[in-house]
């Protein structure tokens, strides 16, 4: 899944953020501010968002409803996450 969405974001012209390592507090930033519209990770990296959005006011969290697509692969992604 991970890389059949960067090919297709690639094919259509997306600008795409790859990262040489992940920061939990500066992806919320990112994603909170629009940066992004889509989200792929692995279900570690989802646990460590979901921990840092949760310190977030409401305010924040309610930026990500401009999300159009948040996408896991590598591993299942447990229900509570």
């Known amino acids: 899944r991970q890389v059949g969405g960067l090919r297709c974001a690639l094919a259509a012209g997306a600008k795409v953020l790859l990262r040489s390592h992940y920061e939990a507090h500066r992806t919320a930033d990112e994603l909170i501010a629009g940066v992004a519209t889509t989200f792929f990770a692995v279900p570690t990296l989802y646990v460590r ?11 924040e969290r309610a930026a990500l409803a401009a999300m159009r697509l948040f996408c896991s692969g590598s591993a299942p992604l447990a229900p509570e996450s």
């Open 49 to 59: 968002l979901v921990e840092e959005l949760a310190g977030r006011p409401d305010a």
